[in-house]
């Protein structure tokens, strides 16, 4: 009898006390329906037992139990509706940490290859007809270092590409490319600067400034399923489509001034994938040289981009 008398009276200060009052505001906000609280009510009924005291007691209160369980579902459902609500806004320079986080973690998962196409077009202030091509890598964890292949750039307008980098290897001990310029191929010893993978991970577009006070968010847009946020670097430095959710620079635009010639870049990721590594190219694994072209061993590293 006591144990009854003690809980009726804590129910009846949870009814009249602030808490009572804020708990009965939120089940009202986020109470169910009325078939659904029926059916709440329902499955609160305990197994009917001679002498049982919670029968008596859910018989005698049966308003008060009811008003106990819908504040248990409105506090859930609060918990629910608030954890779903949309995340803050973030600004253009948390934009742009995240993608220069994204561009300094690994990017390869052991035992799977990753393949990366970009598609890269100019226009001229001079007029002149740009360059547009294709350029893709395969990468594969080694022993001590990620392997690499690419091949030749492709033309997407039939104009020649510039500078034709490619076919290129990196594999465990050597640095394998083809300069089509003068047809000739290099052999070099492995070092860190013969993987520069900054154009592949969305670096690029940051150029050699750390620092970008004046950048702004423009909008948002969808590229190929992709909510992407679009953001200004400030000044000249260009524009890069950023996924706020993982950091990685989708699309970006660059400014490149030579004898008194603007370039305007624009570089597109196609295809980002993670493949099995019988899915690589053949020729991935073994260099070979194209028909005429001789093999230059060099005894010094060679260094992509400088």
Avoid at 224 to 251: C, E, P, S
Wanted: some cysteine; aromatic content about 8%.
């Amino acid at each position: 009898m006591t144990n009854n008398l003690d809980l009726d009276q804590a129910l009846a200060e949870l009814e009249n006390g602030v808490l009572g009052q804020q708990l009965s505001g939120q089940a009202q906000r986020f109470s169910p329906a009325p078939a659904t609280m029926q059916r709440i009510q329902a499955g609160l009924q305990p197994p009917v037992k001679r002498g049982n005291s919670m029968q008596a007691f859910f018989q005698r209160r049966p308003a008060r139990a009811l008003a106990l369980a819908a504040c248990s579902v409105a506090v859930g459902l609060g918990l629910i509706f608030g954890l779903n609500q949309p995340t803050r806004s973030v600004s253009a320079a948390e934009l742009i940490q995240r993608a220069e986080t994204f561009a300094t973690q690994p990017i390869v998962v052991n035992g799977k290859a990753r393949h990366i196409a970009i598609e890269i077009s100019t226009t001229r202030s001079d007029g002149q007809i740009g360059e547009h091509y294709r350029d893709e890598i395969w990468l594969a964890q080694g022993q001590s270092h990620l392997l690499f292949y690419q091949p030749a750039r492709q033309s997407l307008n039939g104009q020649p590409v510039g500078y034709q980098m490619g076919p290129t290897i990196v594999d465990e001990n050597y640095f394998w490319n083809y300069n089509a310029h003068d047809n000739t191929s290099i052999k070099a010893p492995f070092d860190e600067c013969s993987l520069n993978l900054t154009q592949w991970v969305g670096n690029g577009a940051f150029g050699s400034n750390d620092d970008f006070p004046n950048a702004t968010i423009l909008r948002n847009e969808e590229i190929d399923g992709r909510q992407l946020t679009v953001v200004d670097l400030g000044g000249d430095m260009g524009i890069a489509w950023i996924d706020a959710n993982t950091g990685q620079i989708w699309k970006f635009t660059s400014t490149h001034v030579y004898q008194g010639v603007t370039t305007e870049s624009l570089v597109q990721f196609v295809v980002d994938e993670t493949v099995e590594l019988n899915a690589l190219p053949a020729e991935w694994q073994t260099y070979t040289a194209p028909a005429g072209s001789p093999i230059i061993e060099q005894s010094t590293p060679f260094c992509i981009y400088g």
